[in-house]
T-cell receptor, first 111, second 113 residues
């Protein structure tokens, strides 16, 4: 199973760009990288998914280097409502049991 | 977002009670999941159903009994629970049992007295 490592917590201020890096040294060839966001007492919400290089949507960007051993979630101009826990997961088609949630990164955005 | 709904949202039960959690998805997905999230712990996958068939039981005690009558509904029957079973129980669905994007419900906050 591809294990992921993320910082336990991060602090930022409104309007800043936040980059959360996830390490997944044992990522397999067919693994995708997916990020979820979770607010207290709610279910996680899909943010973005990628395989290599860069992926961007209306919420975030995901940067994946060529060796794919890490990935960086970039949140542009965060607001107070972005305060949440962010999870990095790696998983492969046919391997639902590989969708293992780690401890995540607790992001606190301050005024 | 109402793609995945869960009822009840909060539940308090004694150790001798029998209760059920309900999950319904309106996304046309074929796979449904139960997760447990205890305080300050990561989500733990409990059960996976793919096309109504249970395909994963992650060493869950028998006091938790899942039921999937069709691809849109998932139940978790609870009996003789322990206080340490108090947690947020989350239901999710995806197109298939693969690593497709999972859509989560709001969860049921369970307290066992």
């Amino acid at each position: 199973l591809a294990k992921t490592t993320q910082p336990i917590s991060m602090d930022s201020y409104e309007g800043q760009e936040v980059n959360i890096t996830c390490s997944h040294n044992n990522i397999a060839t067919n693994d995708y990288i997916t990020w979820y966001q979770q607010f207290p007492s709610q279910g996680p919400r899909f943010i973005i998914q990628g395989y290599k290089t860069k992926v961007t949507n209306e919420v975030a960007s995901l940067f994946i280097p060529a060796d794919r051993k890490s990935s960086t979630l970039s949140l542009p101009r965060v607001s107070l409502s972005d305060t949440a826990v962010y999870y990095c997961l790696v998983g492969v088609s046919g391997g639902y049991n590989k969708l293992i949630f780690g401890a995540g990164t607790r992001l606190a955005v301050h005024p | 977002e109402t793609g995945v709904t869960q009822t009840p949202r909060h539940l308090v039960m004694g150790m001798t009670n029998k209760k059920s959690l309900k999950c319904e998805q309106h996304l046309g997905h074929n796979a449904m999941y139960w997760y447990k999230q205890s305080a300050k712990k990561p989500l733990e996958l409990m059960f996976v159903y793919n096309f109504k068939e249970q395909t994963e039981n992650n060493s869950v005690p028998s006091r938790f009994s899942p039921e999937c009558p069709n691809s849109s509904h998932l139940f978790l029957h609870l009996h003789t629970l322990q206080p340490e079973d108090s947690a947020l129980y989350l239901c999710a669905s995806s197109r298939s049992g693969d690593a497709d994007t999972q859509y989560f419900g709001p969860g049921t906050r369970l307290t066992v007295l």
